[in-house]
């Protein structure tokens, strides 16, 4: 029985490894492609003196967004395949400060929304200090840009100590997930809502997750549909 956990374990490790490692290929491979495109596509449209149609414009802008999202997602798997191979040691960190300093990001989308963002009880744990706060900023973003149409958004950032473990808690008042939802929404691009409703990469939450684990933490979802939800991951204590 013993045996059989070991070599279990030991798979997973290897297969977490090497899909670290293909994500790492695969994104870092992705950028100098695009970055071909996004020269000649500019070069080709220099070499005409007519100016576009608009027929042309709107292929054009087309093409932009496009190589716009192919970026972010080739910066979003470089991200997610880093974050076991390239994190820090983890210290003693004050997580309020933490939040204070993904709420000084985030100004400008605040301001723009009209968003109350409000944190309590926020305790010192060991961690990866830049990790965490990354963590911090999805889950305040995604508060702020899942809000109901006319509703402002409300975010709380709550915590509780318990049995050597803290329970964070993200709390926002906005359009909630179905719970059919409750586990693809942390899937790698897997986006629940269309880009021109709320643009992002679908990149987030699975990012969020994949720190919490390298702390040995665990996350999860509470939501009711046009009332809120609450994420939730634990830390250890020490």
């Known amino acids: 029985m013993v045996d059989e956990l070991d070599k279990a374990l030991n798979d997973v490790e290897r297969i977490t490894k090497e899909y670290g490692e293909f994500a790492y290929i695969v994104s870092h491979d992705f950028a100098a492609p695009l970055r071909h495109v996004r020269e000649f596509t500019r070069l080709l449209l220099a070499s005409t003196n007519e100016e576009l ?10 093409v932009d967004r496009s190589l716009d999202k192919l970026d972010g997602m080739q910066n979003s ?18 997580t309020a400060k933490l939040v204070e300093s993904a709420l000084a990001l985030l100004d400008t989308e605040i301001k723009d929304s009209d968003a109350n963002v409000e944190f309590e009880n ?5 961690a990866d200090t830049n990790q965490l706060q990354t963590v911090f900023f999805e889950l305040i973003s995604n508060g702020i840009k899942f809000h109901r149409e006319g509703v402002p958004a409300a975010v709380t950032v709550s915590a509780q100590s318990a049995n050597d473990e803290v329970t964070f808690t993200v709390e926002d008042n906005g359009i909630g997930i179905e719970e059919g939802h409750y586990e693809s929404v942390f899937k790698l691009f897997r986006s629940l809502h269309p880009d021109t409703d709320y643009p992002g990469m679908g990149t987030g939450l699975t990012i969020a997750q994949k720190i919490v684990e390298r702390h040995n933490g665990k996350m999860w979802v509470e939501s009711v549909v046009d009332q809120g939800t609450k994420i939730m991951f634990t830390l250890p204590v020490s």
Do not use: H, W
């Open 53 to 62: 149609n608009e027929e042309q414009q709107e292929y054009k802008d087309f």
């Open 77 to 94: 798997m470089l991200t997610f395949s880093r974050i076991n191979t390239q994190g820090a040691e983890f210290t003693q960190t004050e």
């Open 122 to 126: 926020l305790p010192s744990v060991k």
